[in-house]
T-cell receptor, first 116, second 108 residues
Framework: DTGVSQDPRHKITKRGQNVTFRCDPISEHNRLYWYRQTLGQGPEFLTYFQNEAQLEKSRLLSDRFSAERPKGSFSTLEIQRTEQGDSAMYLC??????????????FGPGTRLTVT | GQQVMQIPQYQHVQEGEDFTTYCNSSTTLSNIQWYKQRPGGHPVFLIQLVKSGEVKKQKRLTFQFGEAKKNSSLHITATQTTDVGTYFCAGHDYKLSFGAGTTVTVRA
C-alpha cells in the first residue's frame, strides 16, 4: 500500500458525459501528478501541482480536461464531454519535492475509465 | 521534448537466466528513475540514478546510468517468477517521461 488513494477505481460512462476523479496523496507530499496510461504504453504526464498551484499542463490535456487541488491536499481531475479516446487508466502520484531535488513518486491504484 | 525509448519491448526469459533491458533518451537526463508495474498494478519506484556512470545494485538487480547521461540499463540475474512485470525507465525533471517499458515473462 503506497498511501495514495484514488476514487473511483473504475468508471464506465457514455460518450458525451462528464466524469470526475479524485486523488488523495500521501499527506506530507507537496507535489501531485496526474498521468494517463493506455494498454502497452508507459504513463503519460498530464499535469502537476506543487501545493495548490498547477505548475504545468501537458499538451495532451485538452480544454475538456481540468484539474484542481484547492487546498493543496486532494486533487480532482474532470473530463467534460467524454470521447471514446479518453478511455484509459488515470494514475495519480505524489512526491516530496525540493528546489534542487526530485524524489521518487508514489502512485495510486488508478481509475480505469471506459467510455462507451 | 524529452523522449525515452526502451528495448526490448518484450522479454521472455527462462527462469534462472539473466537479461538486460535498455533505456535511451533523446536528450541528456538530469537523473533517471526505474519503476516496476506488475500485471494489473500501478508503477512502483525501484531506484533513482543521478551521477554519470553510476551503478546501483538491489539484490539481483543492477542499474547503470551511462557516462553521457543519455542511457541506462537494468540487468537482472537468475530471473525468478517474481520478476514478472513491466519495467519502465523515466527521465525525471520534476515530471516523469516514461518509456514504453519492457514487459517480462518468465518460463518456469
Amino acid at each position: 500500500d503506497t498511501g495514495v488513494s484514488q476514487d473511483p477505481r473504475h468508471k464506465i460512462t457514455k460518450r458525451g458525459q462528464n466524469v470526475t476523479f479524485r486523488c488523495d496523496p500521501i499527506s506530507e507530499h507537496n507535489r501531485l501528478y496526474w498521468y494517463r496510461q493506455t494498454l502497452g504504453q508507459g504513463p503519460e504526464f498530464l499535469t502537476y501541482f506543487q501545493n495548490e498551484a498547477q505548475l504545468e499542463k501537458s499538451r495532451l490535456l485538452s480544454d475538456r480536461f481540468s484539474a484542481e487541488r484547492p487546498k493543496g491536499s486532494f486533487s480532482t481531475l474532470e473530463i467534460q464531454r467524454t470521447e471514446q479516446g479518453d478511455s484509459a487508466m488515470y494514475l495519480c502520484a505524489s512526491s516530496s519535492g525540493g528546489r534542487d531535488r526530485n524524489y521518487e513518486q508514489y502512485f495510486g491504484p488508478g481509475t480505469r475509465l471506459t467510455v462507451t | 521534448g524529452q523522449q525515452v525509448m526502451q528495448i526490448p519491448q518484450y522479454q521472455h526469459v527462462q527462469e534462472g537466466e539473466d537479461f538486460t533491458t535498455y533505456c535511451n533518451s533523446s536528450t541528456t537526463l538530469s537523473n533517471i528513475q526505474w519503476y516496476k508495474q506488475r500485471p494489473g498494478g500501478h508503477p512502483v519506484f525501484l531506484i533513482q540514478l543521478v551521477k554519470s556512470g553510476e551503478v546501483k545494485k538491489q539484490k539481483r538487480l543492477t542499474f547503470q546510468f551511462g557516462e553521457a547521461k543519455k542511457n541506462s540499463s537494468l540487468h537482472i540475474t537468475a530471473t525468478q517468477t517474481t520478476d514478472v512485470g513491466t519495467y519502465f525507465c523515466a527521465g525525471h525533471d520534476y515530471k516523469l517521461s516514461f518509456g514504453a517499458g519492457t514487459t517480462v515473462t518468465v518460463r518456469a
